[in-house]
């Protein structure tokens, strides 16, 4: 029998870099990732002169090398950044509507109160009055978890402490009355899937943040460049990796991970797993519900599975300015209505008027579709459940119908797309649950309402020993945090690891 | 729960309610509700068992075989989509693309139209050696031939080459049969007419259906052939079509017949994203393909080192993937023509040939990965798969 020190079950973000820091400290380690390619999501694939880039439309935590972000930083230390190359968004988003409503946010305060008070003169004081909160409330959030204030307390931190489980739309109903001028600050909630109805404030608060202080960034080549390069050095580190063969079993005896089956039915031993696999695969299909203990299941049902997503990826024979394209993140708007509706709408299988997500690489990287043309990632979030009840037969019709539903809604903003498309492909809430294997095609894992959040949740942690999470199904989503999860998972094993040795 | 400093925002309690409540009202999470596996076979099933249950002659080389599922349904296609056949021959396991050529409102069956090739390992197999009641196993449905009502204009020019006319057969047989509104114009190239697969059937259906317009062209027309022959040129296309804007441009065949077709439909001015091509395999002269350095002789060998695995032996001339199968290595596979990257494999050492024009990802190329349908081996290699 074959035996390693960890292994990692799946090669998403979370994975990757679990393995990653896991062989840079001399670990014996298996990677085992059923697809053909490490990713998962941070990936992309070719069709005619296109390369499509599948998830990332805005890397966080990056910044510059003078003043590096955390993910800078954590890249850095794994020893990839020279095998990397990043572009800086100049842009935080543009919104535009069908009534010919264009604003672009730069990813700068100062900037970006300018020109949201020059639309919106007449809300010109309380749009001060946000950003400010926005700032006190990152200083507030930065003072008491970053540096980890030992006296922290409501007085102390007060914006801390008053807002950051509130629903963001109370906040904006709070300073704002325009509805369209709520609706551009809310838009981020699609990077977290949960309306702002729902959308703890903290949230959204640090995404802003994030965004502007360390700016936002595509990589030359996609996100596959940056799964590639972390494999590279997991393998340069002595790692193993196992294409085209998952995991059929987490092996548990008595409380304690023994192993790993694979699926070419190989009997791994291993006193340490990292699942990047979804967590309710993980205790609903990996482990035997024997070795699951209770807790599980009753932690479990409090949870529900995050939304999915409508994708189209969409190559163009033009450059984007020939269509009025001149940002790199677009948030299409045609309603304003930031209510819980949303979520109806969420439900529904056609798409109407909900807000899409828009994003042009090309516009920042000139390079990154061939010479004269271009590519947009285009995508509105979608539950995965109306889904599941089609039948079969009828998969390729609906597909279709929503499809021309959301290019439909395109061009009322961008006329004249459809007549450049050159390749286009849909991707369905069914499409994202084939390639990540997520129940319903969740994209972000478990929903994520502030009672989901790692103040309440187990995150990375199994009460079965030897057990631990990384990737989406951890905590917060995107890939940052999914990168730094699997980082975090390691540093627990190898902590482990040093407590044990200590023992005996 | 996890204590902290958390515990006095203003809502906690709240919060902490509605986790206790949601555990009591929330759903089990259970293998035989949330798992994925069910509902990804249904569409995009990784292996489909299927039994020969028909076998009908087209012409002397030419067989197609009428597949059934082995238990289960078959999951539905796009007209011009394919299947790969997964088969041991002579002790190598290896793969081979077939477009279906029946149309995909029948889910009983699927039908695969297989023609005689001169050394060709699997179809001629098939021919010679496939009787009613075998099993096969193959892949689920793939490819992105297929009409995309999204940007597709309804009018459909389809240029077929041989036996590169299956996955038309497919879309006429659903536009007759389901009535999309949509309109043919085929233009279908052989050697000579006793080559034409489905001649029969193509006429009749054109000569019934106002939206389908059959020109069969020879290319080594017997003396007494009235029809249009030749190659399938620009002057053939305009004098059938009259005017070629709105339309949309389908090419299969073998791949001479590009070579031939695009300029020719460029020269008419029409645009790149009006104009879809089906895969043709690997080319069989690579050695000829421009780039290739001339000292290396298609018929040299390389060792090829697979790590953690065995050492074998190489054709210059011959696809990395092929060597691999036929040394007992198995590599996943589909398009086998450079474009899926299923067989996608990283090169350690060594270097490959790869003709221009095939698909890689760009960060791929720059870790060293390749897809081994289409890479030639230009000196000894050590491959991880």
């Known amino acids: 029998m074959e035996t390693y020190d960890v292994v990692v079950i799946g090669a998403g973000n979370g994975g990757l870099t679990a393995a990653a820091t896991l062989a840079k400290a001399g670990l014996d380690v298996l990677l085992l990732e059923r697809h053909n390619i490490p990713g998962g999501a941070a990936t992309s694939f070719c069709r005619g002169r296109f390369e499509f880039e599948v998830a990332l439309h805005q890397l966080s935590g990056l910044g510059t090398p003078q003043k590096p972000g955390l993910l800078r930083t954590a890249l850095d230390r794994m020893g990839i950044l020279d095998d990397l190359a990043f572009v800086e968004i100049p842009d935080l988003y543009h919104v535009a509507t069908p009534d010919g409503f264009r604003l672009t946010i730069k990813p700068d305060r100062m900037q970006a109160i300018a020109a949201l008070q020059e639309k919106f003169p007449h809300q010109k004081d309380a749009i001060q009055s946000y950003f400010d909160l926005l700032a006190n409330f990152a200083d507030d959030f930065i003072g008491a978890f970053i540096f980890r204030d030992p006296e922290a307390c409501g007085e102390k931190y007060p914006h801390l402490y008053k807002n950051a489980f509130k629903p963001s739309s109370e906040i904006l109903d709070a300073y704002f009355s325009d509805p369209l001028l709520k609706a551009i600050l809310s838009v981020y909630w699609g990077y977290l899937g949960v309306p702002p109805t729902r959308l703890a404030f903290a949230y959204l608060a640090m995404i802003f943040f994030q965004y502007t202080e360390f700016k936002p960034f595509h990589i030359k080549g996609g996100s596959q460049a940056l799964s590639n390069a972390i494999l590279n050095k997991f393998l340069s580190n002595g790692g193993t990796v196992r294409f085209n063969c998952g995991a059929k079993k987490i092996l548990v005896d008595n409380g304690k991970v023994k192993g790993v089956l694979t699926a070419a039915d190989e009997r791994i031993e291993s006193s340490y797993v990292i699942s990047n696999a979804s967590q309710v695969s993980t205790y609903t299909e990996l482990i035997d519900p024997q070795d699951v203990p209770d807790a599980i299941n009753t932690e479990m049902r409090g949870r529900r599975l995050s939304t999915s997503a409508f994708t189209m990826f969409v190559g163009l024979d033009c450059e984007p300015a020939e269509l009025g394209i001149t940002e790199s993140t677009n948030f299409l708007m045609a309603n304003t209505d930031i209510c819980d509706a949303i979520i109806d709408r969420m439900r529904k299988l056609d798409i109407e008027d909900e807000l899409m997500v828009m994003s042009c690489y090309d516009v920042a990287d000139p390079d990154f579709s061939p010479p004269g043309t271009c590519q947009l990632n285009i995508v509105t979030l979608k539950y995965g459940e109306p889904w599941l009840q089609i039948p079969a037969a009828d998969y390729f019709k609906i597909k279709y119908r929503c499809a021309e539903g959301m290019l439909r809604r395109v061009e009322e903003i961008f006329p004249g797309i459809r007549a450049h498309i050159e390749e286009i492909e849909v991707a369905t809430p069914l499409t994202h649950m084939r390639y990540l294997g997520h129940p319903a095609g969740a994209i972000y894992g478990y929903e994520q309402l502030a009672k989901d959040s790692l103040f309440f949740q187990p995150g990375r942690y199994s009460p079965i020993d030897g057990l631990f999470f990384a990737g989406g199904w951890v905590g917060d989503c995107g890939f940052e945090p999914t990168l730094r999860s699997g980082i975090s998972a390691a540093k627990s094993i190898i902590k482990r690891m040093g407590q044990d040795r200590k023992k005996s | ?385």
């Open chain 2, 1 to 385: 729960m996890k204590t902290g400093i958390w515990q006095e925002f203003e809502g906690y309690a709240e919060i902490i309610k509605d986790i206790e409540a949601s555990r009591k009202t929330g759903e089990k999470f259970t293998a035989e509700r949330f798992s994925p596996e069910p509902f990804i076979r249904r569409l995009h099933p990784e292996r489909l068992s299927l039994q020969v249950a028909e076998i009908i002659s087209e012409t002397p080389s030419t067989k197609t075989f009428r597949l059934i599922p082995k238990g289960g349904e078959l999951p539905p296609f796009q007209a011009g989509q394919y299947i790969s056949l997964f088969v041991e021959i002579g002790g190598i396991r290896t793969s081979r693309p077939y477009s279906i050529s029946s149309s995909p409102h029948l889910r009983e069956f699927y039908d695969i139209t297989v023609r005689r090739v001169e050394n060709g390992l699997v179809s001629n197999f098939l021919i010679d050696d496939l009787a009613v009641g075998d099993e096969l196993v193959s892949s689920g449905p793939a490819g992105h031939f297929y009409f995309n009502p999204l940007i597709h204009p309804k009018s459909m020019i389809c240029l077929a080459g041989g036996s590169g006319i299956t996955p038309f057969m497919s879309m006429i047989r659903e536009i007759v049969e389901c009535g999309p509104d949509r309109s043919v114009t085929l233009f279908y190239g052989n050697k000579t007419s006793d080559d034409i697969i489905f001649h029969e059937e193509l006429g009749q259906i054109a000569a019934r259906s106002d939206n389908i317009n059959y020109v069969p062209v020879i290319e080594d027309p017997a003396d007494d052939y009235t029809g249009a022959c030749g190659f399938m040129t620009a002057e053939l296309i305009t004098e059938v079509l009259g005017d070629v804007g709105g339309k949309s441009f389908f090419i299969c065949g073998p791949r001479g017949m590009y070579d031939f077709c695009l300029p020719e439909l460029e020269g008419l001015g029409i645009a790149r994203r009006k104009v879809r091509q089906e895969m043709y395999g690997a080319p069989l002269n690579i050695w000829q393909y421009p780039g290739w350095p001339p000292e290396v002789k298609p018929d040299r060998l390389f060792r090829v080192k697979v790590k953690n695995g065995m050492l074998l032996e190489a054709r210059a001339g011959e696809p990395l993937l092929v060597s691999l199968e036929k040394s007992g290595v198995v590599v996943p596979s589909l398009c086998r023509s450079g474009e899926c990257s299923m067989c996608r494999l990283k090169i350690l050492s060594g270097k490959v040939f790869q003709p221009a024009g095939v698909p890689v990802r760009k960060s791929d190329r720059q870790f060293g990965y390749v897809h081994s349908c289409a890479a030639y081996p230009l000196s000894d290699l050590e491959v991880l798969i």
